[in-house]
């Protein structure tokens, strides 16, 4: 748990094509669903679904705060028939 000033994380994403990237929005590619990540004195911050972060321990204004959300849920834009 190296303590660098920057919060680590990770976005779960599905695989994009080149054509993808042309017209790529932002809101394509993080969850519109969330998870509650737990944070010091109670509090409580929503994030992404698709967002994870690896525990890790920082330290802001005096105070260390440890961030762990380990697990993601994926999510898909579109759905597609057959």
Not at 30 to 39: A, C, K, M, Q, W
Not at 41 to 64: C, D, H, M
Request: proline share 7%; hydrophobic share 40%.
């Amino acid at each position: 748990m190296k303590k660098d000033g920057w919060v680590d994380f990770s976005l779960v994403t599905p695989a994009l094509t080149r054509s993808d990237l042309i017209g790529l929005e932002f809101t394509s590619i993080v969850s519109p669903y969330t998870d509650v990540l737990s944070l010091p004195l109670g509090q409580s911050q929503k994030v992404p679904s698709n967002l994870t972060f690896p525990k890790q321990k920082e330290r802001y204004a005096f105070i260390n705060i440890t961030f762990e959300k380990p697990q993601y849920r994926f999510f898909v834009e579109r759905a597609w028939c057959l």
